[in-house]
């Protein structure tokens, strides 16, 4: 065998430096060297230190401010109040809704039962309208309740004659019901001529122009059917004469023809102390509209401008010239002549 081979120690440097080395260094547990090759590790001092230093560090305290408390409990305080809040309005939506559904079925049961049943009717402010009249036009059917009138159908027939303004049904409990009427009040009669100017009519007119009836003559079977308190007033109101032919009232219609407008309009703007004092108008030309008085005094009061200016002038007149004033002309209201007696 060679001496120098491989394998011999003596001859060969490196495998004799692994041989001493080998001998030197401490022999590593197996369990070591099977946890290497497995590519674990082994806790290191320094790794113990920095867990013992972490280990052994005090807990941190954090801090708050009072405020933040403060404004914490305010708003759960807040929460609590809409939720109390939201659970009382839900109890009573609740309580509504139960009282409602029973109030419905009462009142459904009292509208079809004979209670509140309508025993009696009045009527106030129809001093035109006779009781039977009135009658007709509210027609309030038998056995019909407080509950279930017709309240608006009522007052659409009452309110649909020429009398009648305005008008209010009322229910009086138990068993009353109240119609409250609002009249118009004649403002005039007007002297209408028919039958190719063979016969005249006298119609009763209200102050915005409503043809409100004919008046016949109070002796008339027609007459004697009506309200007494129509001839009261007709024969306390001024009469509108002169009226052209061919002027066809209509009752329930306003008045369409100007020279009957316009002298309603001049007594509409008269105040007290001079209208009192007109007996008639004659309307034959609203230019030439001419007042008399109940002393006879005749005024051409010409259209309905500047009313109060041309009233002035005439008392003016009358005032100065007292019982030798025979006529006046305020027709041109800024030239007003009068004639003596």
């Known amino acids: 065998m060679d001496k120098r081979g491989s394998n011999n120690p003596r001859y060969n440097k490196s495998a004799a430096r692994r041989a001493v080395s080998a001998t030197d260094r401490p022999a590593r547990p197996a369990a070591a060297r099977a946890a290497r090759r497995a590519g674990a590790s082994t806790p290191t001092a320094r790794t113990k230190r920095t867990s013992t230093a972490r280990a052994a560090k005090p807990a941190q305290v954090s801090s ?3 405020g933040d408390l403060d404004r914490v409990h305010r708003q759960a305080s807040r929460r609590e109040a809409v939720r109390q809040s939201r659970s009382a309005a839900f109890k009573a939506i609740i309580a509504v809704i139960v009282v409602a ?7 459904a ?17 129809a001093d035109h309208l006779t009781s039977e009249e009135m009658a007709v036009l509210a027609a309030v059917p038998q056995g019909t309740t407080l509950l279930n009138v017709d309240a608006g159908a009522i007052e659409d027939s009452v309110v649909r004659d020429s009398w009648v303004a305005d008008v209010e049904v009322r229910r009086l409990f138990p068993s009353t019901l109240e119609i409250v009427v609002t009249e118009r009040a004649i403002a005039a009669v007007v002297d209408v001529v028919a039958d190719n100017a063979k016969t ?5 007119i209200a102050s915005d122009g409503m043809w409100l009836m004919e008046i016949p003559d109070q002796d008339s079977e027609l007459g004697q059917s009506i309200s007494p308190q129509i001839y009261e007033d007709a024969a306390n109101v001024l009469h509108i004469k002169d009226v052209p032919f061919g002027l066809t009232p209509e009752v329930g219609t306003y008045c369409t023809d100007d020279n009957v407008n316009n ?12 209208a009192d004092q007109v007996k008639t108008v004659s309307a034959t030309d609203a230019a030439s509209t001419q007042l008399t008085l109940d002393n006879g005094i005749e005024i051409a009061f010409g259209t309905a401008d500047d ?4 009233e002035r002038i005439c008392l003016k007149i009358m005032e100065e010239h007292p019982g030798k004033v025979a006529y006046i002309n305020v027709r041109v209201v800024d030239r007003p002549t009068w004639r003596a007696v």
């Open 263 to 274: 002298a309603l309009a001049i007594l509409d703007g008269l105040s007290t102390d001079l």
């Open 101 to 107: 559904v029973l109030g419905v079925g009462t009142y």
């Open 307 to 310: 009313i109060r200016d041309k």
């Open 200 to 204: 005249t009519q006298h119609w009763a």
């Open 64 to 66: 708050v401010r009072l």
């Open 109 to 125: 049961g009292l509208y079809f039962s004979p209670v509140f049943t309508i025993e009696e009717v009045t009527v106030t402010g």
